[in-house]
């Protein structure tokens, strides 16, 4: 029932309209015309005023036909990463469609949402039963899931939900998400002339210090920790007095992740001290972990979709974090389905014209499912 062109030709139209994460402000107005089309009653949230961002959320509610089904709801971004302004698509012989290389293609996660746009086309030209369904699409996922953390439980009605968005196989279901900790530390020193050293103490010589003595990288088979980035100094003939420092840690486990974070800030401060100076951390929650377990009644109506048109579905435990890992917080079990493109966040991006194909089918599947 899939119109494979139509789709194909949604996608395409999608990733030519700009939207980078904070500039949703085209695509915003074209996908609430889209849904409203399709006969959603379609409504914002106030995004755009609390984070200053192009546009809303939108929260599109497709009235039931069949009351006694499940009420479901699907989630996609609109924003891309950059570079992805004036995105320009090319259709290869190898049947994977490509930007022309100067920007990413946008299908994470555009392809998410030409899947379900597509199946919401089919739906009324079928006249298929379902439930209710809802699409939460949101703004400033690229920029640490910031859309998704203003919305409210009350703005999803659904016993469970699925996340289109992540780079798996179509078919495959991710179960579980990592936590995932910022911290950001401050090194105070002695600013001194290079000439007199002994005068001053090297704030970069604490950071290397502490950086040395820190647990880093693959810390067990749940916890990962990273230093991104490292900025401070100046001339050659001064001993600089400040450096900052952007770090992160990650892990399927609570308790792991707090014994990391403490770990981490508890290295710069000491170590600070040691020097007879001082180090400012700071530490924030950039999103929650969560694991479903297989057996709950979201991962088994995906699986049997899945199953029902011919995948071979595998569960899977992802390493990053989607908004899934925010809704979950809400009290709304959701797992993440496999859309299909890769090399994400690159000019390489790509995917596949039957992974599209496919998401759309299985997505449908699910609906019919539940």
């Known amino acids: 029932m899939i119109n494979e062109k139509r789709l194909i030709q949604t996608f395409l139209d999608l990733v030519q309209i700009d939207s980078e994460t904070g500039y949703e402000e085209e695509i915003q107005p074209f996908l609430k015309d889209k849904f409203k089309r399709l006969g959603l009653n379609v409504r914002e949230d106030s995004a755009r005023n609390e984070l200053g961002y192009g546009a809303n959320n939108l929260i599109c509610t497709l009235p039931s036909t069949q009351d006694n089904r499940n009420k479901i709801y699907f989630t996609s971004h609109m924003d891309t990463v950059i570079p992805g302004k004036n995105v320009k698509p090319i259709i290869k012989e190898d049947g994977f469609i490509y930007s022309d290389g100067t920007t990413v293609l946008g299908a994470d996660d555009k392809a998410g949402l030409a899947s379900l746009i597509e199946v919401l086309e089919v739906i009324n030209e079928n006249d298929i039963p379902h439930g209710q369904i809802q699409f939460i699409i949101t703004v400033g996922e690229e920029s640490g899931l910031r859309g998704a953390k203003l919305l409210r439980k009350s703005d999803i009605d659904a016993d469970y939900g699925y996340a289109v968005d992540s780079s798996v196989p179509v078919g495959d279901i991710t179960i579980g998400a990592p936590y995932q900790m910022k911290i950001n530390a401050q090194i105070n020193g002695k600013k001194a002339h290079a000439s007199t050293p002994e005068e001053g103490i090297s704030a970069i010589k604490i950071a290397s210090s502490a950086i040395h003595n820190m647990k880093l990288g693959q810390i067990d088979d749940e916890t990962t920790a990273n230093i991104g980035r490292f900025e ?21 486990s609570k308790e792991k992740i707090d014994l990391q974070t403490e770990h981490m800030r508890n290295v710069f401060i000491k170590t600070a001290e040691s020097f007879g100076c001082s180090a400012e951390v700071e530490t924030t929650l950039s999103y929650p972990g969560f694991l479903i377990n297989s057996n709950e009644l979201v991962v088994q109506k995906a699986v049997q979709a899945a199953q029902k048109i011919g995948l071979t579905p595998q569960l899977g435990i992802a390493g990053g974090g989607s908004d899934g890992n925010i ?17 994400i966040h690159t000019t390489e991006e790509r995917i596949s014209q039957t992974s599209l194909i496919r ?12």
């Open 232 to 252: 401070g100094g100046g001339p050659t003939n001064v001993v600089t007095d400040l450096v900052k420092i952007w770090a992160e840690a990650r892990s399927h």
């Open 359 to 370: 998401l759309a089918e299985f997505i449908l599947s699910i609906i019919e499912t539940a």
């Open 327 to 343: 809704i979950n917080q809400l009290g709304i079990p959701t797992v993440i389905l496999g859309v299909g493109y890769e090399n």
